[in-house]
């Protein structure tokens, strides 16, 4: 198959421009595994990477798409074998590799993980990156001291997002029961609570109409998707001994704090980066995802079906922020 179609990025007069059209396999980056892809994912990211200013990426033309999965079709590597069921999660992959949203992809075998036990192709797209960093996200809080603790108070913010929808499912999948999903979609509270959440609020109710160094404390623990003004927001209400998790900053890559809610408190803020984590990592967490995930909650998440051609819709929808759930792409 030396002909295949994808969504190319190109860059003409300094402008990005998205095109479904069809490419070659020698435009594909180097790697000793072809993949014939079944399904892939649309992420902000991937969203991002459309835009001409992002900087997600650096040279073009590229394929984005930071998820996939398929089948291997053609390979070099001792790991794998013609007919394989295989998923690939960032590492590069739609940045500054050749990605999914394309029917075929040439990726390192180092790169390429199993699909995971008891799920499709395509339910592995409901995750995806986004998956694996909200379950990355409750394990490094869990090291915090919410492991066990399955009645204390969890905020997700952005909650209506992939990450946030999943972290959502997640948490209340491995039985905790305090989950606050912050959204500003009053539109999506039944969907929410369908999902997992028990109580939802907007970010507003966070706002405070004088600004202290601490306030009174309400939330121990915190997945934040969005960045900006709402972690300032929280950081000063969270319990003595509590963790905030940084996964995402589509409202902003800044925030400002002082040191007293860290000193005083003893809070702990951790990052969490899902591209760049080893294979052996990865391939852990995909496991507790596919062993744990409670199907009746997963059932409920709103899923968009889309395909090469309708892509870009989905991509208008993410940048201006009206997207819900997940968004799979049948590439084939």
């Not at 180097?30 to 991937?46: C, F, H, P, Q, R």
């Not at 997700?156 to 606050?180: D, F, H, P």
């Not at 040191?259 to 496991?287: C, H, N, Y």
Request: proline fraction near 3%.
């Amino acid at each position: 198959m030396d002909k295949f179609k994808a969504l190319l990025l190109t860059k003409t007069d300094g402008q990005v421009q998205a095109d479904v059209t069809t490419c070659d396999v020698s435009q594909l980056s180097e790697g000793d595994t072809l993949i014939k892809v079944s399904y892939s994912a649309i992420n902000y990211k991937d969203a991002l990477a459309t835009k001409t200013k992002s900087g997600v990426i650096r040279h073009f033309p590229m394929i984005p798409g930071i998820d996939l999965a398929g089948e291997v079709i053609e390979t070099t590597s001792d790991k794998l074998k013609v007919g394989d069921k295989v998923v690939v999660t960032g590492q590069g992959t739609g940045v500054s590799h050749t990605g999914g949203l394309s029917e075929i992809a040439r990726i390192p075998s180092e790169w390429i993980l199993p699909l995971p036990t008891g799920l499709s192709e395509k339910e592995s797209m409901f995750f995806g990156t986004a998956g694996i960093t909200a379950m990355h996200a409750i394990q490094r809080l869990e090291v915090e001291g919410l492991a066990g603790n399955y009645d204390t108070p969890v905020m997700v913010s952005g909650a209506t997002g992939g990450v946030g929808s999943l972290a959502i499912i997640l948490l209340a999948s491995l039985g905790y029961k305090n989950i606050i999903a912050i959204s500003r979609k009053e539109e999506t509270v039944d969907y929410l609570k369908s999902i997992g959440a028990t109580q939802v609020i907007s970010p507003a109710e966070l706002e405070s109409e004088k600004k202290r160094p601490l306030e009174k404390q309400q939330v121990s623990y915190m997945i934040d998707t969005v960045g900006g003004a709402l972690v300032e927001n929280v950081l000063p209400k969270v319990n003595y001994g509590g963790a905030v998790a940084l996964c995402g900053n589509a409202s902003g890559i800044a925030f400002s704090t002082t040191v007293l809610p860290f000193i005083l408190r003893g809070i702990a803020l951790v990052g969490v980066d899902s591209v760049q984590l080893s294979g052996e990592t990865k391939a852990a967490l995909w496991t507790r995802i596919s062993e744990s995930v409670n199907r009746e909650l997963l059932a409920n998440l709103r899923v968009n079906d889309c395909d090469l051609t309708t892509i870009l819709d989905t991509v208008s929808e993410l940048l201006a922020g009206t997207h819900t759930g997940r968004t799979v792409v049948a590439v084939q």
